[in-house]
C-alpha cells in the first residue's frame, strides 16, 4: 500500500482560494496572445483544473514524490513523451523476487506508489512502448486510472479588469458592453486583481482504484498552499499567493453538501469598487455562508481543516475580523475539537516522502 498506509475512508470536499495581482493566472493559447482566461458573460476570470494541477504535480516533484506527468525535456531539447515518462515511472518497478502469477498486482502497485500524482488525479494509460521489456510491464497496467481527486474550473469572485500591457499599466475594464480593448496590441497581458476560488472533490471509492491514502488526503492540505507559493515565479505568473483552504472531511459514506465554493463571496459593502481592485487588502470575503452551511451538517462532519492569510479580512455574520474570527466561528459552527487548524510548513514535514 502506498506510504504503507491504509486507502481513504472518509469522502473529503475542498475550497481553496487564492489571488492574483498584475498576474496572468491563465492564459489561453488560442486567443493569439495567451491572454487571460475571462468569463465573457460574467467578466470573471477563469483558471482550468489543468492549471492549478500542474502546480500541484511540480510542488509534488519538488518535494520529492514520484511524479508521472512532468515537464521535461530530452537531451536533444524536444518534450518528453508519454512512452518516455511511462518508461521511466517503470524503471522502479522492481519484479526480480516476485512470483509470476503475482507480476500483475506487483506492477500495479509499484506504479502507483512511485507515481503521487496518479494516487491523485489519475492518468491515461494506453501507450504504446517501444522497448520489449518496459512494454511487456505496461500490459500489467490498466487503459485508464480515474482520479479520486478532482477540481471544477477556478472563478474569480468579481468582474476583473485587464492590464492591455503591463509594462504601461493600460487598462480597461471588462464589461459585457463593448469588448474593444486598448492598450498597444503587445503580448503581454495581465489581469489587475483577482480572488479566485476552486471547489475540489476527494471521493473515498475512488481512492480505492489508485491506492490514494489517508496521508496522501493529509498532504493536500499544505499541498495546494505551497505550490502556490512556489511554483508561481514565472514573470507571468508571478503575484498569485494563498489566501484561504478548507478541507470538509465528512463522517459516513457518499456524503458531501457541494458548492461550498459558491458561498465565499465578496462583501461587496467592505472591499473596494471592482475597478479600485488591486491587492487583498482591498476586499472582504463574506464567509457568513459556508459557516451556516457547515453547522447545519455539522453531525456528518468528522474535521474540518483550515489556514487562511493572516492579511486577509473576512465577515461572518456582519463582524469583521482577521482569520482568527473565522476559525472561532467554524469551532462555533461545527466544536471545537472538529477544526483543526493547518500549520503549512510543519504539516508538510509530516507528510514529506518516507525515506
Known amino acids: 500500500m502506498s506510504d504503507h498506509y491504509s486507502t481513504a475512508s472518509n469522502r473529503s470536499e475542498i475550497v481553496f482560494a487564492y489571488d492574483a495581482v498584475d498576474a496572468n493566472p491563465n492564459g489561453n493559447p488560442l486567443s493569439g496572445a495567451n491572454r487571460p482566461r475571462i468569463d465573457p458573460q460574467t467578466d470573471q476570470a477563469i483558471v482550468t483544473d489543468v492549471r492549478l494541477k500542474r502546480y500541484l504535480r511540480d510542488q509534488l516533484e519538488d518535494d520529492g514524490h514520484g511524479v508521472y506527468i512532468r515537464n521535461v525535456k530530452e537531451d536533444d531539447g524536444d518534450q518528453a513523451t508519454r512512452e518516455d515518462l511511462l518508461e521511466d515511472r517503470l524503471k522502479d518497478v522492481e519484479l526480480d523476487d516476485v512470483d509470476e502469477d503475482e507480476i500483475e498486482a506487483a506492477v500495479f502497485q509499484q506504479f502507483l506508489e512511485n507515481s503521487a500524482d496518479v494516487r491523485y488525479f489519475g492518468a491515461t494509460m494506453s501507450v504504446d512502448m517501444d522497448e520489449e521489456r518496459y512494454g511487456e510491464i505496461a500490459e500489467a497496467l490498466p487503459d485508464h486510472f480515474t482520479g479520486p481527486v478532482q477540481f471544477s474550473p477556478g472563478k474569480s469572485l468579481h468582474p476583473v479588469m485587464e492590464n492591455e500591457e503591463y509594462d504601461s499599466l493600460t487598462s480597461v475594464i471588462a464589461t459585457g458592453d463593448g469588448k474593444e480593448q486598448g492598450g498597444f496590441d503587445l503580448d503581454d497581458h495581465r489581469i489587475q486583481y483577482a480572488f479566485i476560488g476552486f471547489h475540489g472533490l476527494v471521493d473515498e471509492h475512488g481512492a480505492e482504484d489508485t491506492l490514494l491514502t489517508d496521508r496522501d488526503v493529509r498532504r493536500l492540505d499544505t499541498l495546494c498552499w505551497r505550490a502556490l507559493k512556489n511554483q508561481t515565479i514565472s514573470r507571468s505568473k508571478v503575484g498569485q499567493e494563498p489566501r484561504l483552504y478548507l478541507r470538509i472531511e465528512y463522517d459516513g459514506e457518499s456524503y458531501h453538501l457541494g458548492g461550498l465554493d459558491q458561498d ?83 504539516d508538510a514535514d509530516e507528510t514529506a516522502p518516507e525515506e
Open 264 to 346: 465565499i463571496e465578496l462583501d461587496e459593502d467592505r472591499s473596494k469598487q471592482t475597478e479600485k481592485l488591486r491587492n487583498v487588502r482591498d476586499v472582504c470575503i463574506d464567509v457568513t455562508r459556508v459557516v451556516d452551511r457547515l453547522a447545519g451538517a455539522a453531525d456528518r462532519i468528522d474535521t474540518v481543516h483550515v489556514v487562511a492569510s493572516d492579511v486577509l479580512e473576512v465577515s461572518v455574520d456582519d463582524e469583521t475580523g482577521d482569520e482568527e474570527l473565522f476559525y472561532d466561528a467554524l469551532e462555533d459552527a461545527v466544536g471545537a475539537d472538529s477544526v483543526r487548524r493547518i500549520d503549512v510548513y510543519e
